[in-house]
Structure formats: C-alpha cells, structure tokens
C-alpha cells in the first residue's frame, strides 16, 4: 500500500480519474464515488440546485483547477522529487482565505473536495513533511486496505533487503519502504534520499529510535 500510494503511477491514476470526470467519459466505479461524495455533502446542506447543467460546468471548472494543482506535484516527480500537498494546502487555503469565500459558499466545491480527497489523501499522508511526522499505523493501513484491494487485487512480491540499511531522523540510501530491524510494532514507513526531506521517523513505539532494513517491490517498479 506504501509504495502504490507514494508512485507516480497512482498520482497519474488520480489525473486520469480527474479527467474522465472532467470529460464526461466517467466509469461505474467513478461514477459511485461521485454519488458517495455528493450525498455525504449534500446531507448537510439546505440549499437546492435547479439547473443541472450549471451545476456541472461549476464542477468541471473546479475539478480542472484541483487537477492543475495535483499535475504540479506530478510535474516534480517527473524531475525526482517526492512532492504531494498542492491540493491540501488549497483546501486549507479555502476554509480559512477571505479570498476564498465564494468557493466556501458553493456545494459543487464541497462535492468536489470530499471526492478529490478520498484519492490524494493517502498520497499526502506518506509525503507531505508535517503529516509524516505521524507515519501510517495500523488505523491508516485499516482504512485504506478495502479500497486498495479493490483497485489492485493482486499482491506483489516483497523482499527485506538486510544489506541495505537506514536509521531513524536520517535519510536511507534508496526511495522506498523500510521495516525496523529490532521493533516489530513498529509500523513500516515509505521514506526517500532528499535533502532536509524525506527522512525516516522516529515510530513512537517503547524503542522510537533505531535501524530499518529495505524492503524492496520485486514484480514492479512503482517508484
């Protein structure tokens, strides 16, 4: 689940989803999470909308901008770097900028932001600095597990690389997923080499601290 969430492949998956939706060209599946969005948001708000073609081609414009935001996360690891939060810190700057008040005001907004987060949130949870200072535990793998299993049913071949070896606050020699060496509660975490970046963190666990093994994806390269 770490390195599917964390691969450029996945990001490229959620600017496909995007643009079929974007498009008009939506799946079943699209289609159901669409509906599961727009009558989560929808529960809570007073409003009516009498104008279905309005409604769409609001939400087409805001869609268009969260997928220019997502492709400029996209663009950066095409020149490898690990980036994702474009679209987190835009939905933050939504519910706080006076500047966006009017997109507070549109449910289309509402609809598309409940919708969009359900695929870039697990991205943001493994790269963004400040939410992986709270790496994935057993709650994250739970939650996302379902879903992921609907997307790719297939596991793949894992192998621990004991040579290749990383410590807690520094960066490993190698993009990827690592397991502690001496703590098995400890949760596994996708960590990369990058400046002030990336680094693996301290697991919280009774021994915070301490040496990772990489465990390395043989059927497919999904960094």
């Given amino acids: 689940m770490l390195y599917r969430f964390a691969s450029l492949d996945y990001m490229k998956a959620v600017d496909d989803v995007l643009s079929r939706v974007i498009e008009g060209s939506t799946t079943p599946a699209i289609e159901q999470s669409l509906a599961e969005s727009y009558a989560e948001v929808m529960s809570s708000q007073q409003r009516m ?10 939400m087409r414009e805001k869609l268009t901008e969260m997928r220019r935001l997502l492709r400029e996360d996209i663009n950066a690891r095409s020149r490898g770097r690990y980036r994702a939060g474009s679209l987190g810190h835009f939905f933050k700057q939504v519910a706080h900028a ?5 997109y507070r005001m549109s449910d289309e ?11 870039s949130d697990p991205t943001e949870s493994i790269l963004v600095e ?3 200072q709270q790496p994935p535990d057993e709650c994250w793998f739970t939650h996302h597990l379902a879903q992921h299993l609907l997307d790719q049913p297939e596991l793949p071949q894992l192998r621990v690389r004991t040579e290749i070896t990383a410590r807690s606050g520094e960066s490993p020699p ?9 703590d098995p509660n400890a949760a596994p975490q996708f960590a990369w080499p990058e400046k002030d970046r990336g680094q693996l963190v301290d697991s919280g ?7 990772w093994y990489y465990v390395e994806l043989e059927q497919q390269d999904a960094r």
């Fill in 49 to 58: 909308h009498n104008d279905p073609r309005l409604w769409e081609r609001n």
């Fill in 98 to 102: 006076d500047s966006y008040e009017g």
């Fill in 109 to 119: 907004y509402h609809v598309c932001e409940h919708f969009v987060s359900k695929y």
């Fill in 130 to 132: 400040h939410l992986r």
């Fill in 174 to 182: 190698r993009a990827g997923v690592y397991i502690r060496q001496d």
């Fill in 205 to 211: 666990t009774a021994m915070p601290s301490g040496d």
